[in-house]
């Protein structure tokens, strides 16, 4: 089944090492896109690729970066995580914002990231 | 952005229709209404969306009133693996993309 793939769905760090979160998807999407949802709280929006055009939610921390090397593939970086970056990262995709007629996002199962 | 606004939690019957509602009283008019859900320790699932007309899909049903200041999502028949957050949210849409802004979302709780 065609769908998007998030690796690993735990990841431990510790304060300020560098960590590396993937996401895949089958589904050929356009669109990727991550977001951070901390505990008990909604998810928010960090950024997004469309294609190879990276766009950066306005608040959005420097710490965070993110790479997509190919459709298929899209990785979130965190250069120095601190305590409160701990949180569920969520990868979703969709297929091109352009058509009309609304644009469903398919959603990862998520990593969930401890920091220690 | 227009924003939504949902009660904070619900409970229905198993088996009862399961109505939840919302608020998006700042709706511009070509946003669209987005309702996913997310179920404990997964990533939010698409259930239905719609501009202006109901809609219905195998999951539920959408109704939006006529000025589109609000829209209730319908589960017609609630089961105890519909538990979950709602989030209904109006799409934001500009040149750089399809943005879903999640709001606060209504924890439904169904029970037997």
């Known amino acids: 089944d065609a769908m998007v793939i998030q690796n690993p769905r735990y990841q431990v760090t510790q304060f300020g090492k560098p960590v590396t979160l993937s996401c895949s998807q089958t589904?050929?999407?356009?669109?990727m896109y991550w977001y951070q949802q901390k505990s008990s709280q909604a998810p928010k929006l960090l950024f997004h690729y469309y294609d190879k055009d990276f766009n950066n939610e306005a608040d959005t921390p420097d710490n965070f970066q993110s790479r997509r090397p190919n459709t298929s593939f899209c990785f979130l970086d965190i250069r120095s995580p601190g305590l409160g970056d701990a949180a569920m990262y969520l990868c979703?995709?969709?297929?091109?914002?352009?058509?009309?007629?609304?644009?469903?996002?398919?959603f990862g199962p998520g990593t969930r990231l401890t920091v220690l | 952005d227009a924003k939504t606004t949902q009660p904070p939690s619900m409970d229905c019957a198993e088996g009862r229709a399961a109505n939840l509602p919302c608020n998006h009283s700042?709706?511009?008019?070509?946003?669209?209404v987005y309702w996913y859900r997310q179920i404990h320790s997964q990533g939010p699932q698409y259930i239905i969306h719609g501009l202006k007309n109901n809609e219905t899909n195998e999951m539920a049903s959408l109704i939006i009133t006529e000025d589109r200041k609000s829209s209730t999502l319908i589960l017609p028949h609630a089961t105890l693996r519909d538990t979950a957050v709602y989030y209904c949210i109006v799409r934001r849409n500009n040149n750089a993309g399809n943005m879903l802004t999640f709001g606060g979302g209504t924890r439904l709780m169904v029970k037997p």
């Open positions: 979703a995709t969709s297929r091109d914002w352009r058509l009309a007629g609304g644009d469903t996002q398919y």
């Open positions: 700042t709706i511009s008019g070509n946003e669209y």
């Open positions: 589904l050929n999407h356009n669109v």
